[in-house]
Each structure stands twice: as structure tokens, then as C-alpha cells.
């Protein structure tokens, strides 16, 4: 089967389909992407699938631990979140790429509203999934479109910049400066750097790619010119040759943990080490719904009080990047995604994820690019994934204890600085520098609360929308009768705005002038722009002239007729308005409130 086809099949079946019974084989393989791959699965695809699970492995594991300590949990809080959504995206994604786990901006926020206390953030992922859901089942995907492309690139921008204060706060403070004096470092007193006592990759060793165009072309795998699985047709069946840079990540953090090692041997540790990790599964229980301290019980109003303004931060940042990166990945590698089913498997992921303590997850950009460059083919490789980390907490864990906080620091530092597309500046600044300000404020914002630089920049993108909803432009023709007709719809932010266009061009003129208003483009108003026209109607019957609509679409012009505006008259050209204007015999409107209900009228309003 071509890559195309099947991508159509899996991918796009889910938002284009007609409408079907919510029991029929459609809707349930629009609800269950699965069954449109499954049945077509391959040894080959198998192949391709465990390599790149095997590679994202790889890459979570470490990561997982350095984002636990910017959340400010204990480590084994970033294992217990990184393998649910593995295995939920596997039923429910609709993206082959999209990894779900912890994210270095979802752990920025956890920190702030949890407290660092895990009860608050396995709690904090419990409501934020039951958001998502029902966001899902209310099909508000679509609100993401509110704030615009520059809001969302500059989202991870903050997060990427090493000098960000957060992460200075919790993961990247790479030395203990206040213990590391010269009596117990001899390198500080002038034999050298501490800086060269850990291993750092360097940019070019980084297991990720940027998030940007020409990035993601290089991430495209085979799988564009298979013709069908397992083809001889095929050139290329293997993985790209970068397939083995996620491997790097664990090697780094292997080696400066046996750096550690060693040094605990000699009886000096230079480093700050990652400590005791809880050893095994997590247990399967409900999420906490209230927690015991020493001054007595915190009851569940309380905690959400407490989690604040968290409950909305939290599930929209995960709809938003989550959803950013499966269309980023779908647009580059020729598929259609449905962004509802991926609201519902995340929403789904941070629910049951509450359930083996998990904090809250989204999409990850950088492992996302991880699974693309490593040729994976469909949302199987994250079984592999899933498993690896499960291997890691029930073996392993006791081997994270010499890991250097210094290490996890690096890993996070090359996860999320090539995120930053420091181009967009320019590109912006080329096409359209209104749309900086969105840009701008989101990272400036988020150097001193990283919340209020998500907040104040989709603020800012509905402000803009907004704007641009309240003033609509209009095209005004002169002549012996006024035309004026909206660029765009009408709706109410911009009644007044018409309102104030109109008064002044045609009545505040001496003398008052008919005018005919143009609704070509007008396919929907809502009933305060019925009442707004309405007291123009007024209004110009006042002044002894007419006001006149040309163009009505069908839904625009049943409102209107419902609403038994007086004086409303309506024509099917501008021509026959203009002729009617100027008094012109044998024309006549198709309606006013005195004529006796036309049969037309009576369909429109039956329609």
C-alpha cells in the first residue's frame, strides 16, 4: 500500500469522514485509529518500528530523570510518566511521530503549581486529563487557532534558553558553587575547570533536531518511497544514518555516571548525584484526592484552590504543544492527523497516567524528531518505548543513584535548545511584524514567570483576533447611491465599528444619503448585529432616506427575516437596489415589514 494511501486511511479518515453511527466500522476507527494500520502491519514495518522505539528508549530514560528534578519531584516521578502515554498512543494516535511523556515546559509548570509536592501533580494530571476529555468530547480542538503560529514557536523558547531562570532554579545549576570550594575542588585553585570534570556533548553530538522546516525534512525516513511494505522498490529500508545520535543521550549520562562512580570510590565526590530512586513499578491507585501533613489534612477543595490557575494553564499548554508538534511532523511527512483523537489520547494518557503517579504529559517535540529520523512507521514503536522504561524502573533504578544532576542538566540543555528557531525573528520582521508582539511578550514574560509568558502571549493572540473582528475593513463605492460592503463577516465585536462608518458617511452628511450595504461576504451575524442594524434601519427612516441589502446568503438573510426588522428590504443585485434608490420605476424590494408574508419568506423561515 502506498505511504499516501495509507496515511489517508489512518490519518485523515478521522476528521473528513461523513457522518456515521457512533457504532458503525467507520466511527469506530475514527475513535480507534489502530484498526486502520493494524490490519496491514508488516515484518518490515516491524523492523523499523522496534529501532526507532528502541532509540526514543534511549532518549526518555534520561530525560525522564532531569525533568523529574525541574518539576521538583523525586526522580522516578518523570519513569512513572513517561511509559502511559506509549502505550494509550498506540490505540488512540493518529500521528506515526508523536510521543507522549514529560516535557521540559509541562515539568516547568508542574514545579510551580505543585509545590514540588508529587500528591499535587499526580492530582494536578488527574483534572487536567479529565479537562482534556472533556475539551475532546465537546470538540474544542479547535479553540488552539485563537493564539497564533508565533505564540506557539516562541512557546519553547523560554524553556530552551539555558540562562532561564527556572531551570537555573531547579535542573541547571550545574555545580553545588557554595560547596565546590577550593578545599574540595583542587581544580578551582588553579589546576584547571571543573567544567571539563563532566562529560557535555557538544551541539553537533545533540540526540535532537531542531523544530524547523529544513529539520524536519532531514527527519523524513524511508517510509516516503516505500511504494508498499516491504517492496523491492524500495531504496531505502533502513533507518537514516543519524538513527544512532539518540544513544548518545544514555551514553553521556552512562559515562559521567561512572565518572561518579569512580570518584565515590576514592572517597571525593565532586558532583551532586541524583540520590536514592524508588525501586520497582508504581502501584495502580486512584490519585490522591486530599493529603496528610503534619498540620493535619489539606482536603481536595483545598488542593485545587491551591493548584489555582493551574487547572486551566496545564491542560491548554498540553492541547496546544502536543497537538503543534503531531501537525508539525504530519505536514512534513504527508499525513493527515485528527487534532480531536489526539486531545482524547492525551486526555486519556494524564488520566490513567494519575493512576501509576504520573505528572502531567504532552507531545514531546524532541523526541517526536527522535522517532521520525529513526524511520519509525507507525505509533507501534512506542511499545518498545514503553517497555524500556518499565525494564528501567524494575532493574535500573539502583544505578541512577551516581548519576550527576550536572549530566541530567547537559541532557536537558540539548533537549530543548534546538527548539528555539531563532530565524523567526527575521521572518516575522519580512512578513508581518504585528506579529511579533505575541512573540515578544510570551518570552519576555516567561524570563520572569514562565505561566505568565503562556498567559500574557495567548492573551495578547485573542486580542489580536479580536482587533481584527472589531474593525473589519470596508470597501465604499461613491456615487449617486452609497455602497459599502464588509471585507469580512459580521459579528458583534464589530456593530459598533459599522455602525460608526455608516452614521458617518451617510447621515452626519448634509444632505442624508441612501446607502446600500454589500453582504457578499457576510455568511453568518449573530442577534446583537440584528439589533445594531436595526437601529440603523431606524435611524435612517428618521432622516427620510433608505437603507438597503444586497448579496444575502441564506443564513444571513433567514436571521434577518426572523428578526421582522421595519424597513428591512433586501435585493437580489446591486444593480435593482441602486435603480430602487434613485426612484427609478419597476423595481420594488423583495421585502418589507408592511408586506404581507411572501411565500419565500415563509420557506426560508421553514428551511
Given at each position: ?271 551532586i548525584l541524583t540520590g536514592e530512586t524508588a525501586e520497582g513499578l508504581p502501584p495502580v491507585r486512584t490519585p490522591p484526592f486530599s493529603m496528610t501533613t ?150 519576555l514574560l516567561s524570563f520572569w514567570e514562565m505561566q505568565y509568558g503562556i498567559l500574557a502571549g495567548a492573551l495578547v493572540s485573542l486580542l489580536m483576533l ?142
Amino acid at each position: 500500500m502506498p505511504s499516501s494511501v495509507l496515511g489517508q486511511a489512518r490519518f485523515s479518515s478521522p476528521g473528513m469522514a461523513p457522518n456515521t453511527c457512533c457504532c458503525s466500522p467507520a466511527a469506530v476507527q475514527r475513535r480507534l485509529p489502530i484498526l486502520a494500520w493494524l490490519p496491514n502491519y508488516s515484518l518490515q514495518w516491524l523492523k523499523m518500528d522496534f529501532i526507532a522505539g528502541l532509540s526514543v528508549g534511549l532518549t526518555v530514560v534520561p530525560q525522564a530523570l532531569a525533568y523529574a528534578e525541574v518539576a521538583g519531584l523525586p526522580p522516578q516521578y518523570g519513569l512513572y510518566s513517561a511509559f502511559m502515554g506509549c502505550f494509550v498512543y498506540f490505540f488512540l494516535g493518529t500521528s506515526r511521530d508523536v510521543t507522549l511523556g514529560p516535557t521540559a515546559i509541562m515539568s516547568l509548570l508542574v514545579s510551580f503549581y505543585t509545590f514540588h509536592e508529587p500528591a499535587y501533580a499526580v492530582l494536578l494530571a488527574f483534572l487536567s486529563g479529565c479537562i482534556q476529555l472533556v475539551m475532546g468530547v465537546l470538540h474544542l480542538d479547535s479553540q488552539a487557532g485563537c493564539v497564533t503560529h508565533p505564540f506557539l514557536a516562541v512557546v519553547s523558547a523560554p524553556q530552551s534558553h539555558p540562562s532561564h531562570p527556572s531551570q537555573l532554579t531547579h535542573a541547571l545549576i550545574l555545580w553545588d558553587w557554595v560547596e565546590l570550594g577550593p578545599a574540595r575542588c583542587p581544580l578551582l585553585a588553579g589546576q584547571g575547570s571543573c567544567w571539563t570534570s563532566f562529560p557535555a556533548p557538544s551541539l553537533k553530538a545533540s540526540p535532537l533536531l531542531p523544530l524547523s522546516p529544513s529539520a524536519l525534512d532531514r527527519s523524513r525516513t524511508c517510509w516516503d518511497c516505500r511504494t508498499s511494505p516491504g517492496s523491492s522498490s524500495c531504496k531505502c529500508t533502513t533507518p537514516s544514518s543519524g538513527s544512532g545520535r539518540p544513544a548518545r543521550s544514555a551514553l553521556v549520562v552512562s559515562f559521567a555516571a561512572l565518572v561518579a562512580y569512580s570518584f565515590e570510590v576514592t572517597g571525593y565526590q565532586p558532583f551532586i548525584l541524583t540520590g536514592e530512586t524508588a525501586e520497582g513499578l508504581p502501584p495502580v491507585r486512584t490519585p490522591p484526592f486530599s493529603m496528610t501533613t503534619a498540620n493535619g489534612t489539606i482536603s481536595f477543595t483545598e488542593m485545587v484552590q491551591d493548584m489555582g490557575a493551574g487547572l486551566a494553564v496545564v491542560p491548554l499548554m498540553g492541547l496546544l504543544e502536543s497537538i503543534a508538534v503531531a501537525k508539525a511532523f504530519a505536514s512534513q511527512n504527508n499525513y493527515r492527523i485528527n487534532a480531536n483523537q489526539e486531545l482524547l489520547a492525551i486526555g486519556l494518557t494524564n488520566v490513567l497516567g494519575s493512576l501509576v503517579s504520573s505528572y502531567p504529559v504532552t507531545g514531546s517535540f524532541g523526541r517526536t524528531a527522535v522517532n521520525a529520523q529513526s524511520g519509525v512507521c507507525t505509533p507501534a514503536g512506542g511499545l518498545v518505548t514503553g517497555v524500556l522504561v518499565l525494564l528501567s524502573l524494575d532493574y535500573l533504578t539502583s544505578l541512577f543513584y551516581y548519576i550527576p544532576k550536572s549530566a541530567l542538566a547537559a541532557v536537558i540543555i540539548m533537549a530543548v535548545a534546538p527548539l528555539f528557531d531563532t530565524k523567526i525573528f527575521g521572518t516575522l520582521w519580512r512578513v508581518k511584524r504585528l506579529d511579533l508582539l505575541p512573540l515578544c511578550v510570551t518570552f519576555l514574560l516567561s524570563f520572569w514567570e514562565m505561566q505568565y509568558g503562556i498567559l500574557a502571549g495567548a492573551l495578547v493572540s485573542l486580542l489580536m483576533l479580536l482587533h481584527s473582528a472589531a474593525r473589519p475593513e470596508t470597501k465604499v463605492s461613491e456615487g449617486p447611491v452609497l455602497v459599502l460592503q464588509p471585507a469580512s463577516g459580521l459579528h458583534f465585536p464589530a456593530v459598533e465599528a459599522l455602525q460608526e462608518e455608516i452614521l458617518s458617511r451617510a447621515l452626519e452628511v448634509s444632505p442624508p444619503r441612501c446607502l446600500v450595504l454589500e453582504c457578499t461576504h457576510v455568511c453568518s451575524i449573530d442577534y446583537t448585529v440584528v439589533l445594531g442594524l436595526g437601529e440603523l434601519l431606524e435611524d435612517f427612516h428618521r432622516q427620510g432616506v433608505a437603507l438597503a441589502f444586497v448579496g444575502l446568503q441564506v443564513p444571513v438573510l433567514r436571521v434577518l427575516l426572523s428578526a421582522d426588522l421595519k424597513g428591512f428590504q433586501y435585493f437580489s443585485t446591486l444593480e435593482e437596489a441602486e435603480k430602487y434608490l434613485r426612484q427609478e420605476p419597476g423595481t420594488q424590494p423583495y421585502n418589507t415589514r408592511e408586506d404581507s408574508t411572501p411565500e419565500h419568506k415563509i420557506a426560508l423561515l421553514q428551511a
